[in-house]
């Protein structure tokens, strides 16, 4: 209970930096306690393997590429000053969304009729969450999902070369071009010809 | 097979460019092979079980039916998908192959004027048209008998309309074509009757013993299947009063017209009254008219070939006149001797049709009779295979026509009524008239037009000539075969009667145009003429009562709809949604944030659903 | 007292806000990335603790498939985002609105 709430207030916390921070490179690092933390929450929920996955896959990898990606572009970051500025009405728009989804899915979890624990579960089976109950799901009735993940992982790999090395060498095909070639500002939609057709002309020889 | 053979035919004609040797070969050889697989499915069986039609020569056999599976279910009708092979098909499907075969082996001399597309186009339409026949007479179940039949009334359009750069033949295929579809919505209202009344459309539930006493029970159903079948007949085979478009259709190849417009198609409204005995017998009010409307179309038709002045328009008339006596035989139950008929005039019409098509091949297609005569000595092979489609169609024994013509008013004096009767006893004795002023001012005496004669036929012009002709003076033997199969007795009174009626219609052409004297026709061109030549006003008819109202309402339509009403609504359609469009171009900001934003107030109007509900 | 799955699914909601937040309300396509990944583990958040509600190893496996999809939307993002330095020379959201319509 204790811990729960700690490590909840620790997530919110580092989430909250997260999106808060005018440097990119403190983002990672509040990404990283926060990733953290909620491996914490899966190991107490029995869910071991997710957890050290969460911090070897999530904490580690994925983020060693944000800030090889963020060293790559530093010069390039937006100008912090304005990190900020929003489009008119995006601000309290997007307050006001967020505020519903949060009090919605707040009221449901509060209201929301949740079934009962099945049994044997809240009952603590002890192989509950072990690697190898993880195992045998992922292995046994998930083995197709499991297969998709890797034919998602290949795609983007195959995804990310072709994206990021295919232009250097064939500069001016691709995306620039293209975009260099589109009007300046979108002419409105040409809708003479929406004009009324000349009535056909009488005929026929019966 | 008999049924695919032809198909097979258009489709490769249709799709393949062909040198012109081959096409030929394969329009024609495709009914050959048909008619052959069509012989074997006779002799042998046209099924799993044998079809026991040479074993016993009866043709009253019960059918045997090859289901392939079921077209469409809908609730408790179920429209089967197969044939049905009877006595009764059989004769159709010999009759359609085989005279098609002689047909299509004249067509490959009478089109070799035309050019390699068009020769190809035209065996194709041959071919389809034969299929579509072939269709209608072996489907089991009316929606199949359906498909064929609006088969056969387009491949009639395309056909008739073949020379489409002709006004007067594409005026003539339209015309064709519409009346044609009055006869396909009396089809279809007939069909919607039974599935309502009867829930069956296949042959067995309506035509067996179930359907015929549910009809014994419900004689006014019985009577409107009766007269709207009647009125798809009606139409296919050009019978009052949906006759108008026969003798236009003369506008079409001629060997196109001994093929639909002689030798089959007009023969399906007989052969759909001949299937539907069992509603007929059920009737006797729907038999009695289409009966009658039969022979009234009989002798109207002879009355109107009397005047004919166009020799094709002639045998058009002819063929009305005798389809006429089939239907009026089949629809008082005479059904072998109207079957008969069908045979045997498919016989001497196509040869009298080829005849005419050797004639209008020598004089540059002449088809008025008033600029031809003395044709004779220059056209042997036309002139002895008309007289002996003549003799044949004046019902002079022991040509093919008697025996079943004969035989359809001997019917008619036994079981159908006194009026009906008359008529085609008026119309034998104008048959012979009419075809022998043909035969004498078409042969005899001198030639009256201006153009050179060149006799010119090929083989293929030929031979089905004289095969056609041969089976103009023999066939009578399988009229007599047929009605004796059918166990229907040769009335040796009504042939006596017949037999005088015939002799003196052809007494009285002899002694007014034995000559071939034009002169001699004289009588014919006064006003009663041109109101008889006409069709008795028949045409003005429909102009005033449909054609000039359907017009006025056109018109209308035209300015104040099409003009006004419509353009108005148009532009205000797109006028909204220009400005919808407008309008919802504002929210493509191009800010992915946007669009992000938009995403999110999705999710929660999505939750606020989810909770609400 | 162990601690019920409502208030794991606040928790949840919580987080889901938040990132949501960042990714309306950022403009370095680098941090809505960051986002986005909040919002993919507020989610994961959710299965995990409704697996263990429920005694079900299903929503583990599911975390385990949406922390893969992760890892590839992470590398195609990326992959995005430093094609878009190089090419446009800029890493404003705002100012790549090409989609205008």
Request: aromatic share 10%; proline share 4%.
């Amino acid at each position: 209970m204790i811990t729960f709430f700690i490590v909840a207030a620790a997530a919110v916390a580092a989430a909250i930096g997260v999106i808060a921070a005018r440097n990119a490179v403190h983002s990672v690092l509040w990404l990283v306690v926060h990733l953290c933390s909620l491996a914490v929450l899966y190991m107490t929920l029995h869910a071991e393997f997710l957890g050290l996955v969460q911090i070897l896959i999530y904490a580690g990898a994925v983020m060693i590429l944000f800030l090889f990606v963020l060293s790559l572009l530093s010069a390039r970051s937006a100008p912090n000053a304005a990190a900020w500025e929003q489009p008119r009405g995006q601000t309290g728009l997007a307050i006001a969304a967020a505020a519903v989804v949060a009090a919605l899915v707040l009221v449901g979890a509060a209201v929301g009729n949740i079934a009962a624990p099945t049994q044997g579960a809240a009952g603590g089976a002890a192989a509950f969450g072990t690697v190898q109950t993880f195992g045998q799901a992922l292995f046994g009735p998930y083995l197709l999902p499991f297969e998709g993940t890797a034919l998602a992982l290949l795609t983007a790999i195959v995804g990310a070369v072709a994206l990021s090395a295919g232009h250097d060498d064939a500069a001016g095909r691709g995306l620039p071009a293209t975009v260099a070639a589109e009007p300046a500002d979108g002419a409105p939609i040409d809708v003479s010809h929406a004009a009324p057709a000349e009535p056909v002309a009488t005929g026929g020889d019966r | 097979m008999t049924l695919l053979l032809p198909l097979a035919g258009a489709l490769i004609l249709s799709l393949l460019r062909l040198p012109r040797r081959v096409q030929g070969l394969v329009g024609a050889g495709s009914i050959l092979l048909a008619f052959l697989s069509g012989l074997l499915m006779v002799s042998s069986g046209g099924g799993p079980g044998p079809y026991p039609f040479a074993a016993h020569g009866a043709l009253s056999q019960p059918g045997v039916e090859v289901q392939l599976g079921t077209w469409l279910a809908a609730g408790t009708l179920r429209i089967p998908l197969g044939l049905w092979v009877d006595g009764l098909t059989a004769v159709f499907v010999l009759v359609i192959t085989g005279v098609g075969f002689l047909i299509h082996v004249y067509s490959l001399g009478y089109m070799a004027g035309e050019s390699d597309a068009d020769y190809g186009r035209y065996f194709a339409s041959m071919n389809l048209f034969v299929a579509a026949m072939l269709l209608l007479v072996l489907a089991d179940s009316f929606p199949l008998l359906l498909v064929g039949w609006a088969g056969v009334g387009f491949t009639s359009y395309l056909l008739i309309g073949f020379w489409y750069t002709r006004p007067a033949a594409v005026v003539a295929a339209r015309k064709a074509f519409i009346l044609n579809t009055v006869g396909d919505v009396g089809l279809i209202l007939a069909i919607a009757l039974m599935a309502a009344r009867l829930g069956t459309v296949d042959f067995t539930g309506v035509l067996g013993p179930a359907g015929a006493a549910a009809l014994a029970a419900h004689p006014a159903v019985a009577t409107w299947i009766g007269l709207l079948l009647f009125v798809a007949a009606a139409a296919k085979s050009a019978q009052l009063p949906l006759q108008a478009w026969l003798s236009d259709a003369m506008e079409g190849p001629t060997p196109v017209s001994a093929l639909i417009h002689a030798a089959t198609m007009v023969t399906a409204g007989v052969y759909l009254i001949a299937r539907t005995q069992a509603v007929y017998a059920a009737s006797p009010a729907a038999a009695a008219w289409a009966g009658d409307l039969g022979a009234l179309t009989a002798f109207a038709a002879a009355t109107v070939g009397v005047f004919s002045y166009d020799i094709k328009r002639l045998l058009a008339y002819s063929t009305m006149s005798q389809v006429g006596y089939m239907i009026s035989g089949v629809a008082f139950g005479a059904v072998a001797a109207g079957v008969s008929h069908v045979v045997t005039h498919a016989f001497f019409k196509a040869l009298l049709f080829m005849a005419v098509g050797l004639v209008m091949h020598a004089v540059s297609d002449e088809r008025d009779m008033r600029r031809m005569g003395g044709l004779a000595r220059r056209l042997p092979l036309a002139r002895w295979g008309f007289l002996a489609g003549a003799l044949a169609l004046a019902g002079i024994p022991p040509f093919a026509g008697f025996w079943s013509k004969d035989a359809v008013m001997g019917g008619l004096l036994h079981g159908g009524d006194l009026f009906a009767y008359a008529l085609l006893a008026l119309a034998a004795l104008l048959t012979p008239f009419y075809i022998f002023r043909a035969y004498y001012l078409t042969f005899g005496g001198k030639y009256r037009g201006e153009g050179e004669v060149h006799p010119h036929a090929s083989r293929s012009l030929q031979w089905p000539t004289v095969v056609l002709a041969v089976l103009a003076v023999v066939g009578g033997i399988f009229a007599v075969l047929l009605q004796s199969g059918w166990g229907t007795a040769l009335d040796p009174g009504s042939m006596a009667i017949s037999t005088v009626l015939a002799l003196i219609g052809w007494g009285a052409a002899w002694s007014i145009y034995r000559g071939g004297d034009i002169r001699a026709d004289a009588w014919t061109a006064g006003a009663l003429g041109a109101a008889v030549r006409s069709e008795y006003g028949w045409e003005g008819l429909w102009q005033g009562a449909l054609v000039r109202p359907a017009h006025g309402v056109a018109a209308w339509l035209l300015g104040a709809w099409e003009g006004r009403a419509w353009p108005a609504a148009q532009s205000a359609t797109a006028a909204g949604a220009a400005a919808l469009g407008h309008g919802l171009s504002l929210w493509q900001s191009g800010l992915v944030r946007r669009y992000a934003l938009s995403m999110f107030c999705g999710a929660a109007l999505l939750l606020l659903w989810a909770l609400v509900r | 007292m162990p601690v019920g799955l409502p208030f794991y699914l606040a928790l949840s909601a919580v987080l889901f806000v938040i990132g949501g937040l960042g990714v309306l309300l950022r403009r370095d396509p680098l941090v809505m990335v960051m986002a986005i990944e909040l919002m993919w583990n507020a989610a994961n958040l959710a299965f995990v603790a409704a697996a263990r509600h429920y005694g079900d190893m299903g929503g583990q496996v599911f975390v385990f498939v949406v922390i893969t999809v992760a890892a590839a939307d992470v590398a195609i993002g990326l992959a995005l985002t430093v094609l878009l330095g190089r090419t446009r020379g800029t890493l404003d959201a705002d100012r790549l609105k090409w989609l205008r319509g």
